[in-house]
């Protein structure tokens, strides 16, 4: 099991126009080739009356499944751009298809990759990329009085803040490395002057949100 890895912040689909074309690139979370295989073909039944359905995904911990179909573009000029930006982005457990709505004037070849390569980066930019860590949730409970304290210190720390609850008290739920959690709980006992109960759960993935890789198909024109 991978301790950190890149994926989509969550399904989602975005469309560009490209003279004329229509490129409509949906994207889901796929754990499994059959799960992917299952999301294509959801996609192309929706979109049956489309020129192209073409579909790329990653499935794996070192991403030891890679799938790129063309679905009747020229032979590389769709699902291998669109697997190249996945790949670019360090993506893993990701599934996209790229439908195409022809709109009467030929891309050319080079003019495709770029067409297809732009669909899915803006997708991804739109729909957001998280990286996911192994790390334990602790919740730090404190007094109202207290909170606005614990709340400053979190906010300046490396620890990810996942939530925060109100009842009679203040418990901020953090996800905290497993190796830190004895060091977390130590330096807060010190910063609260004790002020401060702790609940230790269990290890499960924690989502921050980052920023998608650059990619040379967002700018220039579509030839």
């Not at 126009?17 to 992917?36: M, N, P, Q, T």
């Not at 579909?55 to 669109?82: C, F, K, W």
Request: glycine share 8%; hydrophobic share 35%; charged share 25%.
């Amino acid at each position: 099991m991978l301790t950190t890895y890149h994926t989509i912040a969550e399904s989602g689909v975005s469309e560009i126009i490209i003279k004329g074309s229509r490129f409509i690139c949906s994207l889901k979370r796929v754990h499994s080739e059959d799960e992917a295989k299952a999301f294509i073909q959801a996609v192309k039944k929706e979109h049956w009356k489309a020129t192209h359905n073409c579909s790329a995904y990653l499935i794996g911990d070192q991403n030891e499944i890679q799938r790129a179909h063309d679905d009747g573009e020229p032979s590389g000029t769709a699902g291998v751009p669109m697997l190249e930006v996945l790949k670019k982005n360090e993506l893993r457990y990701v599934a996209a298809v790229v439908t195409r709505y022809f709109g009467g004037t030929k891309l050319g070849a080079g003019g495709l990759i770029r067409a297809y390569s732009r669909s899915v980066s803006t997708a991804l930019k739109d729909v957001g990329i998280v990286v996911r860590s192994l790390q334990t949730k602790v919740g730090c409970i404190v007094s109202y009085s207290a909170s606005g304290k614990l709340e400053n210190y979190l906010a300046q720390s490396p620890y990810t803040l996942i939530k925060a609850q109100y009842t009679d008290q203040v418990c901020f739920l953090c996800g905290i490395p497993t190796e830190d959690v004895d060091a977390f709980q130590e330096t807060l006992i010190d910063v609260m002057n004790g002020r401060v109960v702790f609940e230790v759960g269990e290890e499960d993935y924690v989502e921050r949100p980052v920023s998608p890789a650059y990619n040379d198909a967002d700018e220039g024109d579509i030839e």
